[in-house]
Nanobody
Framework: QVQLVESGGGLVQAGGSLRLSCAVF????????MGWYRQAPGKQRELVATITSGGSANYVDFVKGRFTISRDNAKNTVYLQMNSLKPEDTAVYYC???????WGKGTLVTVSS
């Protein structure tokens, strides 16, 4: 049984930083592509960043230069470092085992102005 558990969300002021974690159980992150997504209130879930099994990272334009996706193979965990946060980054953030239906339950990030 594959399980993804996100953590690290919270309330932060604009310009601040947070690091989200996604601990993966039942699968090996280094052998899979992983993704971070987010869903703001009243909006559809959208892609934020992905990391391939080879370690290549890709970002959507609105987070380039501010967010960094990475992974720790020893901890079987994927991270999303978020800097220079903006109020429009407020959302529930989810991690996903790419190309599967495995999702975490999400962690809420709230950025105050």
């Amino acid at each position: 049984q594959v399980q993804l558990v996100e953590s690290g969300g919270g309330l932060v002021q604009a310009g601040g930083s947070l690091r989200l974690s996604c601990a993966v159980f039942g699968s090996i992150v280094s052998r899979n592509a992983m993704g971070w997504y987010r869903q703001a209130p009243g909006k559809q879930r959208e892609l934020v960043a992905t990391i391939t099994s080879g370690g290549s990272a890709n970002y959507v334009d609105f987070v380039k230069g501010r967010f960094t996706i990475s992974r720790d193979n020893a901890k079987n965990t994927v991270y999303l470092q978020m800097n220079s946060l903006k109020p429009e980054d407020t959302a529930v953030y989810y991690c996903n085992l790419e190309y599967t239906s495995y999702w975490g339950k999400g962690t809420l990030v709230t950025v105050s102005s």
